[in-house]
């Protein structure tokens, strides 16, 4: 499995971005696919991710209502659509693959995913 997350950047608060992942070698189908991001000095955490198999997601509470996840099979590729970005929101951002349908409780768990891509840098700042 390959994941290549693209789209960051540097960006004005209040301003948006759209993250990419795209998956090769795996199909999207029957997995689950996260997002998770680590800021300097501090632990790697998750952010979002999309259960494949019923659409189910899960976000953050520091990014809840801001930030939208969602797929393209067709394309094989996860967005992170983040909008109201923060400076607190600055971290390399990654996506990473898990197998199979995570349950509700471990779909922002690290240790739950198999695969991870690159990171692409985010950049909040005026």
């Known amino acids: 499995v390959q994941l290549q997350a693209s789209g960051g950047g540097l960006v004005q608060p209040g301003g948006s971005l759209r993250l990419s992942c795209v998956v090769s070698?795996?199909?999207?189908?029957?997995?689950?696919i996260g997002w998770f991001r680590q800021a300097p000095g501090k632990e790697r955490e998750g952010v979002s991710c999309i259960r494949q198999g019923d659409g189910s997601t899960k976000y953050a509470d520091s990014v809840r209502g801001r930030f939208t996840i969602s797929r393209d099979y067709a394309k094989n590729t996860v967005y992170l659509q983040m909008n109201s970005l923060q400076p607190e929101d600055t971290a390399v951002y990654y996506c990473a693959y898990a197998t199979r349908g995570l349950i509700r409780s471990s779909m922002l768990a690290i240790r739950s995913y198999e695969h991870w891509g690159q990171g692409t840098q985010v950049t909040v700042s005026s």
């Open positions: 070698g795996f199909t999207l189908q029957g997995s689950t």
